[in-house]
């Protein structure tokens, strides 16, 4: 009855991703059914890391993180898990190849959430970003292609600035909590500079750029996967817009977010976008 749980495990997965974040199991759910539960099984995993890290305050984090990459190591080698994440997660890595290297550069990047507070270089902050986000959309990628290693290997730039895009808003959007609450300055200027209106905008030129080049890539993926990625790029560039127009001194005081009417604006935008081919 393995297949049983199996099944029990995706499921799991799928629920992490609804309860924690709407808005990307939204776009998850106009993939393909052939591939929706292998990028809930890796958005779990992520999730999971990122919890331990972000939330769990009143627990010894640095035992948790590794004894969850233990549990990892151990998956890896017996080739099941007893905790249903990870075992969805290992049964996706497994099917669609995803390189060993994307995972452990995420964990090192969920270390550094332990241990460091300030990114003091762009060079510290980009390795942060390669690891938190890049790797997580490349593991995507694998599971869009589906064994295309050239397709792979061709949209893996594009795929790279999307998910460092997707950080960096998540950065400007959680501003707040993570320098009040969580102690941390992800964007290397914040270290020796004021958070002003100058400042958020030259993050948000970067960020521009890097959605920018992304855009390539998006029009190469495979249908299965195009509109679920368009549906959160669009969703992305309005929380981006909406962070350009207020004040940097609010954005210090309030979350900004994307009303639920505007989020349906932008499922039916991406819908015919993606249906008249209009990328």
């Known amino acids: 009855m393995i297949e049983l749980y199996n099944d029990i495990s995706f499921r799991t997965s799928r629920l992490v991703t609804q309860l924690y974040s709407t808005s990307f199991s939204r776009a998850v759910s106009y993939l393909n059914s052939d591939i929706r539960d292998a990028i809930y099984s890796i958005y779990g995993f992520v999730r999971l890391a990122d919890e331990i890290v972000d939330t769990f ?66 060079k510290e902050t980009e390795e942060y970003i390669y690891g938190s986000a890049e790797v997580v959309g490349l593991m995507c990628l694998k599971v869009f292609v589906n064994g295309k290693e050239e397709l792979y290997n061709e949209l893996q730039i594009p795929a790279k600035k999307l998910g460092a895009a997707f950080q960096k808003v998540n950065f400007l959007r959680d501003i707040k909590n993570d320098t009040e609450i969580l102690k941390r300055k992800y964007f290397h200027d914040l270290v020796s500079n004021k958070f002003d209106e100058s400042l958020k905008n030259k993050l948000i030129k970067e960020i521009e750029s890097d959605f920018a080049d992304s855009m390539p890539g998006m029009k190469k993926l495979p249908r299965n996967s195009r509109l679920g990625v368009l549906i959160a790029y669009l969703y992305y560039r309005k929380l981006l817009k909406k962070i350009s127009r207020t004040p940097a001194e609010n954005l210090l005081r309030i979350r900004v977010r994307v009303p639920d009417l505007t989020k349906m604006v932008l499922l039916l935008k991406a819908y015919l976008v993606n249906k008249l081919n209009l990328l």
Do not use: W
């Open 57 to 122: 305050h009143d627990f010894n984090k640095q035992y948790l993180l590794d004894k969850f990459e233990k549990d990892y190591d151990d998956a890896r080698e017996t080739g099941i898990s007893l905790n249903p994440v990870l075992n969805s997660f290992m049964i996706t890595v497994n099917k669609y190849n995803i390189d060993d290297d994307l995972i452990r550069a995420f964990l090192k990047s969920m270390k550094i959430d332990l241990f460091k507070s300030d990114h003091n270089s762009r």
